[in-house]
T-cell receptor, first 115, second 113 residues
Framework: EAQVTQNPRYLITVTGKKLTVTCSQN?????MSWYRQDPGLGLRQIYYSMNVEVTDKGDVPEGYKVSRKEKRNFPLILESPSPNQTSLYFCASSFFGTSGIYEQYFGPGTRLTVT | SQKIEQNSEALNIQEGKTATLTCNYTNYSPAYLQWYRQDPGRGPVFLLLIRENEKEKRKERLKVTFDTTLKQSLFHITASQPADSATYLCAPYSGGGADGLTFGKGTHLIIQP
């Protein structure tokens, strides 16, 4: 079954404690991205990756890191989480063709609370 | 800067009627535009993609139009059902380059039985 998986699905942590949210896709997609979703602000892109070892900042990259060492995995790293990073996070993947990014497949989401 | 506008207020429609959602964009020249459905607490699900040279696209009870002159896309659900209740997001994309994909904030659609 084609899917994007994220782990953990729920996480409560404390300020400053480094954490990683994993994302994996089994569709051999070139393009992967991370979004956060907050009430009233909608989906905002954090980082995206066009392919292995190619990453770029989205609209709200501050406080986050990513890496793309393998095509299927795109972890999101919070080196020193703060309460303003409390949010619902989504990972997504897509083929990237000559016309650009096609339909994105989203993961189930990770609800992060930083106290 | 690029801006995407969708109705921020919930749209209430009676079951069986046609629901029409609007997506306006500024400072964009999208090569295509995508529509997604999102249920509470879940990831968005892709519905339709329409290209700039297509005026209209249909899929079952869904219809999308794309007017590059008005800088607007309309999303229609005909014969609406309570199960169509969700938030609908539009995402214009300039295409070809290494840009990220930006989403509108979405319109919450409620179909009343």
């Amino acid at each position: 079954e084609a899917q994007v998986t994220q782990n953990p699905r729920y996480l409560i942590t404390v300020t400053g404690k480094k954490l990683t949210v994993t994302c994996s896709q089994n569709m051999n997609h070139e393009y992967m991205s991370w979004y956060r979703q907050d009430p009233g602000l909608g989906l905002r892109q954090i980082y995206y990756s066009m392919n292995v070892e190619v990453t770029d900042k989205g609209d709200v990259p501050e406080g986050y890191k990513v890496s793309r060492k393998e095509k299927r995995n795109f972890p999101l790293i919070l080196e020193s989480p703060s309460p303003n990073q409390t949010s619902l996070y989504f990972c997504a993947s897509s083929f990237f063709g000559t016309s650009g990014i096609y339909e994105q497949y989203f993961g189930p989401g990770t609800r992060l609370t930083v106290t | 800067s690029q801006k995407i506008e969708q109705n921020s207020e919930a749209l209430n429609i009676q079951e069986g009627k046609t629901a029409t959602l609007t997506c306006n964009y500024t400072n964009y020249s999208p090569a295509y535009l995508q529509w997604y459905r999102q249920d509470p607490g879940r990831g968005p699900v892709f519905l339709l993609l329409i290209r700039e040279n297509e005026k209209e696209k249909r899929k079952e009870r869904l219809k999308v139009t794309f007017d590059t002159t008005l800088k607007q896309s309309l999303f229609h659900i005909t014969a609406s059902q309570p199960a169509d209740s969700a938030t609908y997001l539009c995402a214009p994309y300039s295409g070809g380059g290494a840009d990220g994909l930006t989403f509108g904030k979405g319109t919450h659609l409620i179909i009343q039985p």
